[in-house]
């Protein structure tokens, strides 16, 4: 039965979606190869919605640009087969997010395509600078505000990067640039829920995007100082860290026992 952890008391699901309510914004930070992020994100979404009816979904998974063939499939004005074949989902759609696209079709939930067009994202890595000139026709979902200066985010980063096997594609790119991109989705994603503060919102993404109330949270919080957010993380994300830690990586912790 799964449970949400807080600060080392567990709630059962009644209780943890009645205190969920209380926040704007609820961000999950799944590991993306997860069976249990992905059953957590679909009950979550399913259990929100039961109590509010105006919740969007917002994901990580689709690009911007597709915002559109995203929004007509919704709404029963694309064939799932076309709707495949021009959002470009990512490989473990079928599996693990479709079931989430299916149950906001079926509620006419709005849903957010978030994530920058990796092409901007690569093209501000390689170039180590967020422009207008870089990202080309990509500028028009460049925020007005993008903060980089959280040294903790960055070290944070950094340190990912340092970790990463010595076959992966990114380890030999610098550090820097590749920080910037990462800023550049998490401030793209951020300002992407923007239109739907006056409702709440239930952003599925990967952990690092939102752990520790960085990433997104953090891009979306120096805008909106007074908005109510909550991050929720695995409890395998957390597992090696000391109870007293784990309060610090997220609001609330999923457990599945």
């Known amino acids: 039965m799964p449970y949400l952890m807080k600060k080392g008391f567990l709630y059962d699901l009644e209780d943890s979606f009645d205190i969920l309510m209380d926040y704007s914004v609820i961000f999950i930070g799944e590991e993306h190869e997860s069976r249990v992020s992905h059953h957590a994100e679909l009950t ?3 259990g929100l919605a039961e109590r509010d009816s105006n ?6 998974m689709f690009e911007r640009d597709v915002q559109d063939i995203l929004d007509a499939y919704l709404k029963g004005k694309m064939s799932e087969k076309k709707f495949l ?3 470009r989902p990512w490989p473990n759609y079928l599996e693990d997010y479709r079931p989430l696209i299916e149950f906001a079709k079926k509620k006419g939930m709005p849903v957010i395509a978030a994530n920058i067009p990796r092409r901007a994202a690569a093209a501000v890595a390689m170039a180590d600078k967020v422009s207008p000139d870089v990202m080309g026709d ?3 979902y460049l925020p007005k505000t993008l903060h980089l200066k959280s040294k903790e985010y960055y070290k944070r980063f950094a340190s990912s990067m340092e970790e990463m096997p010595h076959f992966t594609p990114m380890k030999g790119m610098n550090v820097d640039g590749l920080y910037k991109a990462q800023v550049l989705k998490d401030s793209v994603m951020a300002a992407s829920v923007e239109p739907f503060l006056d409702r709440r919102t239930l952003f ?6 939102s752990d520790y109330h960085l990433g997104i949270p953090y891009q979306l919080q120096k805008n909106h100082p007074k908005l109510k957010i909550a991050v929720i993380a695995m409890a395998s994300s957390v597992e090696n860290l000391l ?3 784990r309060s610090k990586v997220a609001d609330f912790i999923w457990v599945e026992e």
């Open 204 to 209: 599925c993404c990967g952990h690092f995007h």
């Open 85 to 87: 074949k021009q959002a």
């Open 44 to 46: 979550l979404l399913k």
């Open 243 to 245: 109870m007293k830690d």
């Open 55 to 60: 919740l969007v979904l917002a994901l990580e």
């Open 138 to 140: 990509d500028r028009r």
